[in-house]
């Protein structure tokens, strides 16, 4: 399909609909989610909106979707792409390590039906988020770490392979030299992509994929691979999913939280915004850590928040694939 005739039919399929929708919000068991608000407007779908500047990671995952692929398919095809990305050092291959020079990678993925798999403290294989599918859809459980989940990503077929590059191993030795074995809590290594998509059908999935905190002690788990905490999806209401310091977006169970206040009535928006003030609100010192959400709705209405400056993101919309700097909390006015 064309890149206009997918838009179009996105939206024919939407009308084909009306008539069972009454209302935003729709049974997820239905044959179709593309929701019409009381005015009879449709949803603006598909959509996909990731964190950070990864033009070519919603790319992949719009080209996903222009194929009639569902958004879980868009979701695990995009966030490949930036895993594979050995220039990038926050995801996947070329991740920065643990101050013991382990490389670490957490990554989660969530379905229209609540389904969820995850990974935790995975090593050298480079598709987390692959590894998280298939705990999802072929084991009874829903999480797997460190060695064990290595052990399950050899028998499903993923090959194991040094993720620490060149560029990151000396990254690693450069930060030795220098610290004193604490982790650095600055917002250039928070590059998390976390991403959510809206098919054409109306139904949502999201992921969420990293190395997790640069020079991190060895073990250490943060919120990306944590239901409700990196990644939260509800078919019926959005999702939202999260980048920055882990530690404080669980103890606010973020994404969770954003899904529940969209539920409530709030748009992606007002609820990204809310989540982050629920962190200022607990923390003395908000200068030395950055957070950042992203929200979308049923309506394929988005939102995005951060704590500080510099939180970008990327949507992929109305066909258009673009990057926006995020407003944030921080502002020093
Ligand atoms: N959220 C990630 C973590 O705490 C870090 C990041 O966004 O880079 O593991």
Redesign the pocket.
Known sequence: MKRRTFIQNASLSGVGLVAGAAAIGCNNKTESNVPVDAAGKEAVLPVVIATWNVHDATAKAWEVLEEGRSALDAIEAGCRVEEANAEGQ?VGIGGLPDRDGNVTL?ACIMDKDGNYGSVVYLQDIKHPISVARKVMEDTPHVMLAGAGARQFALESGFEAEDLLTEKSRKAWEKWKETSEYKPIINIE????IGMLAIDANGDIAGGCT?S??AYKMAGRV???PIIGA?LFVDNEIGGAT?????EE?LKTVGSFLIVELMRQGKSPQQACKEAIQRIVAKNDNIDNFQIGYIAVNKKGEVGYYGLQEGFWVTKYQEGKNENSASDYYNKKS
Do not use: E, I, K, R
């Open positions: 926050s957490d290594n928070h590059d998390t990293t997790g905190l943060g919120d990306s990196g999260a980048t920055g310091l882990g977006v």
